[in-house]
């Protein structure tokens, strides 16, 4: 093995950015401002400056295009949400739906879940997380590349209110 790849982190997503054309990148300038949130190195996010309220706030990592995220927002009005995702196509579907539907419950990170729960959540910060259907990595050598590792559960748990939920699902016998 490389030393670069040695020192080169094993992430649970391979970017492939996919057709992003003329309109949704015009449609991403002009939502992000309104409900994309940007990581600050050395800043922490809070939820209750982010709202405006303090609202109870779940988190869905790996949104994928933001369908279940922003008809989970409109069916909630009570509740905040945040979602990650790395993939941009998807954030900016997410983010036209957001604008389209007027909801000011939810918004964007477009970073990797792990860095923020790292560095950029506060403890005790969140109400429940969700992730729905999380990239299997089907083969053994890839497991590695999972995103439910013990690192990922500690820091749920730390990120997590008392009795504060997980809701995950797959389709993944062996991954459940
Ligand atoms: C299999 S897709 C599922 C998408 C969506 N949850 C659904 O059910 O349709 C997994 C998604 O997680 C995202 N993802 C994987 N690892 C991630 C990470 N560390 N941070 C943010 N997003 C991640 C991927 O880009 C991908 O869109």
């Given at each position: 093995m490389s030393e670069e790849s040695k020192r080169r982190p094993i992430r649970s997503f391979v970017l492939r950015e996919g057709r992003f054309t003329e309109g949704q990148r015009n449609a991403y300038d002009r939502c992000w401002?309104?409900?994309g949130v940007d990581c600050i190195e050395g800043k922490k996010l809070d939820p209750a400056q982010?709202?405006?309220n303090h609202h109870p706030?779940?988190?869905e990592i790996g949104f994928g295009n933001g369908e279940?995220?922003?008809?989970?927002a409109a069916q909630h009005p009570e509740n905040n949400y945040i979602g990650i995702e790395v993939h941009r196509p998807g954030v900016g579907h997410l983010l036209i739906q957001?604008?389209?539907q007027?909801?000011?419950n939810a918004k964007a990170i477009r970073h990797d879940a792990m860095e923020v729960l790292r560095h950029y959540l506060p403890e005790q910060c969140l109400d429940g997380v969700m992730?729905?259907?999380p990239d299997p990595w089907h083969k053994k050598r890839h497991h590695k590349r999972r995103i439910v590792q013990p690192e990922f559960v500690n820091l749920l748990a730390r990120r997590l209110k008392p009795a504060g939920t997980l809701h995950m699902a797959t389709d993944w016998k062996d991954y459940a």
């Open positions: 401002p309104l409900f982010l709202f405006n706030t779940y988190l279940a995220l922003a008809k989970t957001l604008e389209t007027e909801l000011n992730l729905f259907f």
